[in-house]
């Protein structure tokens, strides 16, 4: 069973950065589609980026040019660099495998 384990989010002042990281058990990162979404409490959660074994990436509108998804496949690892931050990238992130699994979720806040 594939296991997801997201870590680095936490508060930040609208402008700052954030790195999430989310380690995978297995060699899933190399082989599977990953990618990162984000819910806020009320809504859908949403696709944020995602990153196919060829390492082509898709990004959501509202934070492209902003956000960067990348993969370390010796560590097994996605990662999702945020810039730039505003409040309204305020949500949980989750770490997503396609089809196979999801992560526990991590906080991001952003203050104003």
């Known amino acids: 069973q594939v296991q997801l384990v997201e870590s680095g989010g936490g508060l930040v002042q609208a402008g700052g950065s954030l790195r999430l990281s989310c380690a995978a058990s297995g060699t899933i990162v190399s082989i599977n589609p990953m990618g990162w979404y984000r819910q806020v409490p009320g809504k859908q959660r949403e696709m944020v980026a995602t990153?196919?074994?060829?390492?082509?990436?898709n990004y959501a509108d509202s934070v492209k040019g902003r956000f960067t998804i990348s993969r370390d496949n010796a560590k097994n690892t996605v990662y999702l660099q945020m810039n730039s931050l505003k409040p309204e990238d305020t949500a949980v992130y989750y770490c997503?495998?396609?089809?196979?699994?999801w992560g526990q979720g991590t906080q991001v806040t952003v203050s104003s």
């Open positions: 997503n495998a396609k089809y196979v699994a």
């Open positions: 990153i196919t074994s060829g390492g082509s990436t």
